[in-house]
C-alpha cells in the first residue's frame, strides 16, 4: 500500500508535514521523473519508491523509469562504479561504446517530457545526450567521488557538464573541476518500510526461526550487499580478534543487486576460502543471502552490534537503519558515515584497517550493555531529526523549487 505523509506525523510531528505542504505549493503543478537502473537491491532502489509516493502525496505528479541494459553493460557500469571510487579502470573503446549504445537504445522508446529530469548515478547518465533537452536535470551520485580514476572522470565530465545540479552524499565529494552547482543531500530510511517499521516480538521469533539464527550468544551482524567495497572478508578477520575475547556469533546478511554482476563474484570468494568454512562448519558464521527486509529489520534488532567496516563508501544507509533499531554501530571513518555516527555519541568510527580497533571496541559493547542502550538511543534520536524520508523530501523541494 502506497504511503500518504500523514503515516508520519506521530514520528516527524505536525510542524514537518505542514513546511512540505507550504514547499509542495511552488511546485505543485510540475511533473518529475527520477531515472535509475535497477528496482531491487541497494539503497536507491530502496530510497525511490516511497520517495515518490510521497511527493506525489505532496501535490506534485512524480514518475520513476528503470534503465534497462543486458548483462555486458551491467559489468561495464560496475567497473565504472569501482572506478569512480578509485580503482583503475582499462576504459576501452568497446566500452565507451556499449555504455553509450545502451542509453541510446533507452532513450528511442522513453519519452521524456516531464518539468524536471532526475539521474540516479552513472549508469544512465548518458541519456541526456539523446534527449532534447528543454528542462532541468540533476545528476544524483550517490557515490564517493573524491578520488575517481582520472580518464574516466574526464570521459563522464563531458555529460555532466550538461547538467544544470549535481547532488552529492557529502562535501569531501564536492568537485573544484566542476562549474555546475553541486548540492549536499543526505540520503534517508522511510521508518515505516519493512526493514525499519517497528514487528512484533513474535515475528522478531518466527523470522530468526525460519532463517535458522540462534540467539544462544551475541550477534554481530554485517548488512550489506557482497561487494569488495564493503569489505566482508575484513569483517570476518575482526570477528576472529574479537573471537578470542568473548563467545559470540558473525552474521554477514547480503544481497545481490540486480545491476551488480560482481556481487556473486565476491559472494563465491569468500565462501571458497577454509578460514570461511571451517567458521561455518563450528556454527560461528551465518552468511545470508535472502531478499527479505523483516530478516534484516530482525537481525538489526537482535544483534548486539553492527558492523559497517567499508572501504568507501557514498552513505551507508544500513548504518542509518541500525541506528534507527537503537543498536550500536562500529563502522569505518569513510565517505557519508561520519555524517551519521558521532563518534562515542551517536557510535564508533574507526579508520578501514584498523582490525584491532574495531575488535577492541566490539568486546567492549559486549561487555557493557549499559553503554549499548546509551548510544543506541542516541543513535536513534540523531536519526529521527536528520535522516528519515519527510527531511529527505523537504531537501528535494528546496531544490526544485530553485530550479523550476
Known amino acids: 500500500m502506497l504511503r500518504s505523509l500523514n503515516d508520519y506525523r506521530e514520528i516527524v510531528g505536525d510542524g514537518v508535514l505542514s513546511e512540505i505542504y507550504k514547499k509542495s505549493l511552488k511546485i505543485c503543478k510540475k511533473h518529475i521523473v527520477h531515472i535509475n537502473s535497477t528496482y531491487q537491491g541497494g539503497g536507491v532502489a530502496e530510497i525511490l519508491p516511497n520517495l515518490v509516493a510521497l511527493m506525489n502525496d505532496a501535490g506534485i505528479d512524480t514518475g520513476w523509469r528503470i534503465l534497462h541494459g543486458n548483462s555486458d553493460f551491467f559489468a561495464i557500469t560496475k567497473k565504472f562504479h569501482n572506478a569512480l571510487q578509485g580503482e583503475k579502470i582499462n576504459l576501452t573503446r568497446i566500452k565507451r561504446r556499449l555504455y553509450l549504445e545502451n542509453n541510446e537504445s533507452f532513450a528511442r522508446f522513453t519519452h521524456i517530457h516531464h518539468d524536471c529530469v532526475i539521474i540516479h548515478d552513472p549508469q544512465p547518465l548518458p541519456l541526456i545526450n539523446f534527449q532534447r533537452k528543454h528542462q532541468p536535470w540533476i545528476w544524483r551520485c550517490h557515490v564517493d567521488i573524491s578520488d575517481p580514476d582520472p ?58 526461526r525460519k532463517f535458522k539464527i540462534p540467539t544462544d550468544k551475541p550477534l554481530i551482524t554485517q548488512v550489506s550487499r557482497f561487494d569488495k567495497w ?27 543487486a540486480a545491476d551488480d554482476p560482481e556481487g556473486m563474484q565476491i559472494y563465491n570468494k569468500i565462501m571458497g576460502k577454509p578460514a570461511t568454512q571451517k567458521l561455518i562448519q563450528k556454527k560461528d558464521l551465518l552468511v545470508l543471502t535472502a531478499e527479505n527486509q523483516i530478516l534484516v529489520n530482525t537481525l538489526q534488532r537482535v544483534s548486539a552490534v553492527i558492523i559497517q567496516k567499508s572501504l568507501r563508501e557514498g552513505f551507508g544507509l544500513t548504518v542509518t537503519e541500525a541506528l534507527w533499531k537503537g543498536t550500536p554501530v562500529v563502522a569505518s571513518r569513510v565517505g557519508g558515515i561520519p555524517n551519521q555516527i558521532i563518534h562515542e555519541e551517536t557510535g564508533f568510527l574507526l579508520e578501514p584497517d584498523d582490525y584491532d580497533g574495531f575488535a577492541k571496541i566490539i568486546v567492549e559493547l559486549l561487555r557493557d550493555p549499559g553503554l549499548c542502550a546509551e548510544i543506541g538511543a542516541r543513535g536513534r534520536e540523531h536519526v529521527r531529526k536528520n535522516f528519515l524520508i519527510t527531511r529527505h523530501l523537504i531537501d528535494y523541494l528546496d531544490l526544485l523549487g530553485e530550479v523550476l
Open 151 to 208: 580518464e574516466l572522470w574526464d570521459f563522464l565530465k563531458s555529460f555532466i557538464l550538461r547538467y544544470d545540479v549535481m547532488i552529492i552524499s557529502d562535501n569531501k565529494f564536492y568537485r573544484k573541476d566542476l562549474p555546475i552547482p553541486q548540492r549536499i543531500i543526505y540520503p534517508s530510511i522511510d521508518p515505516l518500510s519493512p526493514k525499519n517499521m517497528a514487528i512484533p516480538e513474535e515475528l522478531i521469533r518466527k523470522t530468526l
Open 230 to 256: 564493503k569489505d566482508p572478508e575484513g569483517v570476518i578477520e575482526v570477528f576472529q580478534r574479537v573471537k578470542e575475547e568473548i563467545d559470540c556469533r558473525l552474521v554477514l546478511c547480503g544481497s545481490m
